[in-house]
């Protein structure tokens, strides 16, 4: 079953621009990761939220988590053509939930 | 550079071969995955192996067996496979780190087995 739930699908933007994706989900959580897999390859953990934490910070990534909304959002800032790739949010939660990814977003930085 | 394994990188098979993927890590991590994905979707969990002991199991047909012979060490082993089994194999390693009721450790994934049944 899926957890998470990316929005928007596909998002093309300008390099320079900031990219902005959100993961919305259904059940309790006890932490909220985020992943980045370019094409045909192996998926790469970007950072970790966890339920008690509102935002984090990590290079040009920020990530807030709303639990009260059951939200989260992925903030990319002076996004390059390298960020080009799929991003999915995987939830970690109740036993049995071990990282179940949302459908992902496919982000494209044009040069 | 990943620090899991996987290989072959690419399998072509017929339904009716025996094939083996395998997967390597050397982190010292005691979960590891398999995981399956379809272009443009994302990775579905399959099996989740916890120290050793199969954990997960999530009604993967019997045609896919997992086994986990030490703890740096993943196969799954294939046979009379269907064509719509092809599809993308992740292995992953992580930490155990329980928090909760769940393993909240990151995920390290290996670049993956590309297989084709035919």
């Known amino acids: 079953s899926q957890q998470g739930e990316e929005d928007p699908q596909a998002l093309s933007i300008q390099e320079g621009e900031n990219a902005t994706m959100n993961c919305s989900y259904k059940t309790s959580i006890n932490n909220l990761q985020w992943y980045r897999q370019n094409s045909g390859r192996g998926l790469v953990h970007l950072i970790l939220i966890r339920s008690n934490e509102r935002e984090k910070h990590s290079g040009r990534l920020r990530v807030t988590l709303d639990t009260s909304k059951k939200s989260s959002s992925l903030l990319i800032t002076a996004s390059r053509a390298a960020d080009t790739a799929s991003y999915f949010c995987?939830?970690?939660?109740?036993?049995?939930?071990?990282?179940?990814f949302g459908p992902g977003t496919r982000l494209s930085v044009l040069p | 550079d990943t620090e899991v394994t996987q290989t072959p990188k690419h399998l072509v098979m017929g339904m009716t071969n025996k094939k083996s993927l395998k997967c390597e890590q050397h982190?010292?991590?005691?979960?590891m995955y398999w995981y399956k994905q379809k272009a443009k979707k994302p990775p579905e969990l399959m099996f989740v192996y916890s120290y050793e002991k199969l954990s997960i199991n999530e009604s993967v047909p019997s045609r896919f067996s997992p086994e986990c012979p030490n703890s740096s060490l993943l196969n799954l082993h294939l046979h009379a496979l269907q064509p719509e089994d092809s599809a993308l194999y992740l292995c992953?390693?992580?930490?155990?780190?329980?928090?909760?009721?769940?393993?909240?450790?990151?995920?390290?994934f290996g670049e993956g087995s590309r297989l084709t049944v035919l």
């Open positions: 982190m010292g991590h005691r979960a």
């Open positions: 995987a939830t970690g939660g109740n036993y049995g939930q071990n990282f179940v």
């Open positions: 992953a390693s992580s930490q155990v780190e329980w928090t909760g009721q769940a393993n909240t450790g990151e995920l390290f």
